[in-house]
């Protein structure tokens, strides 16, 4: 075996032995000696983001303790395939002439955004945000016909007619109509009242308006704000940075905006290696993570939750992998990243009710040693040369009353190693069988693993949705 491989293969046994796992950023996260201040970054954890516009997937890392401008920065190093990237960073050399070297590999399956009606766009937690809230009143006799347009109704760049938008609602507005012009604010007219009739029929000024976007979608920007106007201030970058109450935004025929997705998973593993003066290659540490950008369900009512769910996923992690000559000494060893398949079934609560006798119906059981019980396989091996591997690791973990997560061992053929995992999502309530209430199953877990075989060592994360 290389001493490169002999290091990883250490650290991937080394993860597997944690208590507590690092995750992403390592053990120099975890804040052993509790004596963190608010101004000690030393041991904050490191932060993941993931987004994906139409241009494609966004994943970002950044180190609280390394935020300066000159601070050596995670950067993406390649895309592996269409859903991974990896990602990396390298400290300047030490007095020793030791290079450290960070690659972090993330996985997600977020989807690309979905086009929807502007007055349909939702948030993440399913609010629609921008239904149309304002009734153009006094309404503007738009084409000078003599009748007041009574029919358009708007949606308030602020929360309302009379809120000043917010900074995030400011970074939805685009137009070349509403840009600096070189100063650091602008008034714009609004409209005014017929000084004869004193009525909104025929107004002496016209609001402004001007073409734009909202969050993408086409329309046009009105000053509704009355006889006083509206202003807009900027930077000195000419950005806007404050707009006043009075600014409405109506939208195109058709127009929509871009429905992000807000249910992805994540998955992947970080490391940490050195190389000396002379090239010499360690691995000093590998830690695995996994997770969701939706809350982790609710361990109580799982409680509730009956009957068996199957989930399919992937799977992705480090590995080193032995050449074995006949007499079963190893010959050499190679170590990379891998993806796998994942395939695991839940059990949950018992579907019958075995207080009723009269209760005949037994379909869709649950074996009483299975029981709140997760079993499954990581298989389908691809190494990071492209070569497959015939490596299966067999899951068998098991989840405490009240929790939300679940754990066991993970085997290979040579030891056991440990597996474990969080599930995701709303367990909503259901009565199909007309015999009480009972919970379905949420939509998915993610998980970590390790394992051994007599030809390697794998340490991995996999995410999984309910088939």
């Not at 629609?128 to 153009?136: C, K, S, Y």
Request: glycine share 14%.
């Amino acid at each position: 075996m290389t001493a490169a491989a002999g290091t990883k293969k250490k650290a991937i046994e080394a993860e597997g032995e944690q208590a507590t796992d690092a995750g992403l950023g390592g053990t120099a996260r975890t804040d052993a000696d509790g004596q963190t201040t608010a101004d000690d970054t030393s041991d904050d954890v490191y932060g993941l983001s993931i987004s994906r516009d139409r241009a494609g997937t966004t994943i970002k890392i950044t180190d609280p303790d390394n935020a300066g401008d000159d601070d050596p920065k995670f950067s993406k190093a390649m895309d592996l395939g269409s859903t991974g990237q990896m990602h990396t960073r390298t400290m300047e050399a030490d007095d020793d002439g030791n290079v450290m070297t960070e690659v972090a590999v993330v996985y997600t399956d977020i989807a690309a955004p979905k086009a929807v009606a502007f007055a349909k766009f939702q948030n993440a937690e399913g609010t629609a945000t921008q239904t149309l809230n304002i009734d153009l009143d006094p309404a503007m006799d738009a084409d000078n016909d003599g009748t007041a347009d009574n029919d358009l109704t708007a949606r308030s760049v602020g929360a309302d007619g009379t809120t000043a938008p917010t900074a995030d609602e400011i970074k939805l507005v685009m137009s070349g109509g509403l840009g600096s012009g070189g100063s650091t604010q602008r008034n714009f007219a609004g409209y005014q009242l017929d000084s004869d009739t004193g009525t909104a029929g025929n107004q002496t000024i016209q609001a402004y308006e001007t073409a734009g976007t909202y969050n993408g979608a086409m329309g046009t920007y009105r000053c509704n704000g009355g006889a006083t106007g509206c202003t807009i201030s900027y930077n000195t970058k000419g950005e806007i940075s404050a707009m006043s109450a009075g600014w409405v935004f109506i939208p195109g025929a058709g127009a929509t905006s871009d429905q992000p997705d807000y249910d992805y998973l994540h998955y992947g593993f970080w490391l940490k290696r050195t190389a000396d003066a002379d090239g010499v290659l360690e691995y000093n540490e590998v830690e695995t993570f996994a997770g969701s950008s939706i809350a982790a369900s609710d361990g109580s009512q799982l409680d509730t939750v009956t009957g068996s769910a199957s989930y399919e996923g992937s799977a992705a992690g480090v590995y080193v992998h032995s050449v074995v000559n006949p007499d079963g000494t190893e010959a050499s060893a190679t170590s990379g990243h891998f993806t796998a398949n994942a395939s695991l079934m839940a059990y949950f609560g018992q579907t019958v009710d075995d207080t009723n006798t009269a209760n005949t119906d037994e379909s869709g059981r649950v074996a009483p040693n299975m029981l709140n019980t997760v079993t499954g396989t990581i298989d389908s091996f691809v190494l990071s040369g492209g070569e497959a591997q015939n490596w299966a690791v067999a899951l068998q973990g098991s989840r405490a009353a009240g929790a939300n997560t679940f754990s066991g061992t993970a085997k290979g053929g040579v030891g056991n190693g440990s597996f474990s995992g969080t599930y995701h999502g709303s367990t909503p309530e259901t009565d199909s069988d007309g015999d009480g209430t009972t919970r379905v199953a949420p939509g998915s877990m993610v998980g970590e693993f390790n394992a051994g075989f007599t030809n390697g060592s794998v340490a991995g994360a996999f995410g999984a949705r309910k088939k």
